[in-house]
């Protein structure tokens, strides 16, 4: 429960630190919040909802677990460093397991794919579908480990607060071809349509068209292949409590039900927060975890921003919305994996009709997630927890949710009962669903968008809104909406980020 006064509270403290507030506890602003921690700051975290996590949060439900948003751990190693800032090892706390396969691709026709890390089972799928392709599936594997190595282990942490720092980098990105996109890139590598689609899908992850996005996503697949696909026992939400811990034994604080208002400026420079309370913070520093386009259009004053305009926040594109069914039945699907993608009948016209059209298509693709495969206590005994996701026009949509989402959900419903959960509708045990004005008026999306802004070319890198605000001094931005982008490794380190560009707080005592 909120608890501060009412009143202006100094950012020193009583031992001399400095004062960091971070917006939000999504894993970006957990991160951020341990980073600032080991480099010497009074941390406080505030988070609008009751619990921690943001997007990562955790709901139960009539005996059932769910992770409310993100089901994988793909860079293991960035959360390993969290760990280390603190002086323990993650493994004490969390109990990972490599998901094999990470999850199985179902085509519309039934054909299946499952994808792991092996390159020779991989191989062998890919022979399955189009023997023709096992090369040219090599050389596209071959091709995203450099994408991997220049766009994620060179770049994915480095500040772009300067033009000069995308000119240094112009020559590789034109050498990796980012002015292709994923599924541009894939083609050339391999004919046949579903080995295209395998290849081309996973920057759907990120939010972005495979149509449009930039080649530098295609980094996910080595990613992939080199760190594994993992599931923490006990759901993602251990993962938030682990770095939530870490935070007190470092001597910061979340502060919960604070929803931030605006932050307060002297001039030009962040010196707090005033919250919708009406309570006003001090702070030396302020980062946020917020949605970046929140940020800037809700919580900074439109006459302090010169590049982040009302109207630039407005024709920039954002990714797609999300409707999430969270869902339990009494019976158990043992035959369904971890994790399944089942792909419908169209691919590239339904993303048009997603991400260009602006309009809620009767056919759909679903992510479903299904934990208890690898944790049964996420269910009560003889029960399966299951989540199913499917991508959907973000709120430029002229869509009413409000009556629109039961009749979305038993389409969905239809599907999975046709593919791979017959009799799922009668087997219910417990139903939650969430749409993109959840993502807006619970998580403030700007849009409802479910992943910020769209991971195009123009709004990559140093396009996208910089990890040191480019409008106000002593304001820093992490998570989906700065650079690198969207999904945990993303957002983890856009927190790493920090470690360059935020002065170390013996600097600022």
């Not at 971070?22 to 009074?42: C, E, K, P, T, W």
Request: hydrophobic share 40%.
């Amino acid at each position: 429960m909120l608890t501060l006064p009412s009143h202006s509270r100094n950012a020193a403290s009583s031992d001399g630190r400095p004062h960091a507030i971070v917006i939000g506890s999504g894993f970006g602003g957990l991160a951020a919040a341990i980073r600032l921690g080991a480099r010497g700051y009074r941390v406080t975290v505030l988070e609008k909802q009751l619990k921690p996590g943001g997007r990562a949060a955790v709901f139960r439900q009539d005996g059932f677990t769910f992770d409310a948003g993100p089901t994988i751990v793909t860079a293991p190693f960035l959360f390993e460093e969290l760990w280390g800032l603190c002086g323990r090892r993650m493994s004490d706390d969390i109990d990972l397991r490599p998901l094999d396969p990470f999850y199985r691709i179902r085509f519309h026709d039934g054909r299946t794919v499952d994808c792991n890390s092996d390159p020779a089972a991989m191989r062998e799928e890919i022979r399955r579908i189009a023997p023709e392709d096992v090369a040219g599936y090599d050389r596209f594997m071959r091709f995203s480990e450099e994408i991997y190595t220049t766009g994620f282990e060179k770049l994915g942490h480095v500040p772009f607060s300067s033009w000069t720092d995308m000119a240094r980098v112009l020559p590789s990105l034109l050498r990796l071809k980012s002015f292709r996109s994923v599924y541009g890139v894939v083609s050339q590598y391999v004919r046949n349509p579903q080995v295209r689609i395998l290849l081309s899908f996973h920057s759907l992850f990120v939010g972005g068209n495979p149509f449009d996005v930039t080649s530098i996503y295609g980094l996910i697949s080595f990613l992939e292949r080199r760190w594994g696909v993992h599931f923490p026992m006990g759901g993602m939400g251990s993962l938030v409590e682990g770095l939530v811990r870490l935070i007190a034994g470092q001597g910061g604080r979340i502060v919960y039900g604070a929803e931030v208002a605006e932050v307060l400026l002297d001039g030009r420079r962040a010196i707090g927060v005033k919250l919708a309370t009406g309570a006003i913070m001090r702070s030396d520093i302020v980062v946020s975890n917020a949605d970046a386009a929140w940020t800037y259009h809700k919580l900074v004053p439109s006459h302090a921003r010169r590049r982040w305009t009302d109207r630039k926040l407005e024709r920039a594109r954002y990714s797609m919305g999300l409707f999430v069914w969270y869902f339990g039945t009494t019976r158990r699907y043992a035959d369904v994996p971890h994790h399944t993608i089942l792909l419908g009948p169209r691919y590239r016209e339904l993303l048009r009709d997603i991400f260009r059209k602006k309009t809620l298509a009767e056919d759909m693709s679903l992510y479903l997630h299904r934990p208890t495969a690898t944790d049964s206590s996420m269910a009560p005994p003889g029960c399966d927890a299951f989540y199913v996701l499917s991508p959907v026009p973000n709120l430029c949509a002229s869509i009413d949710w409000n009556s629109e989402a039961e009749r979305y959900r038993r389409a969905v419903a239809n599907v999975l009962e046709s593919t791979v959960l017959p009799g799922v509708e009668k087997n219910l045990a417990t139903s939650r669903v969430a749409t993109p004005l959840h993502f807006e008026s619970q998580l403030l999306s700007f849009k409802g968008a479910g992943f910020s802004f769209e991971p195009i070319l123009t709004q990559s890198a140093w396009f996208r809104p910089h990890n040191v605000s480019e409008d106000i001094d002593r304001l820093y931005l992490v998570g989906a909406g700065t650079h690198p982008g969207a999904g945990v490794p993303g957002v983890l380190s856009s927190a790493r980020i920090l470690d360059t560009v935020v002065p170390h707080a013996a600097a600022l005592a």
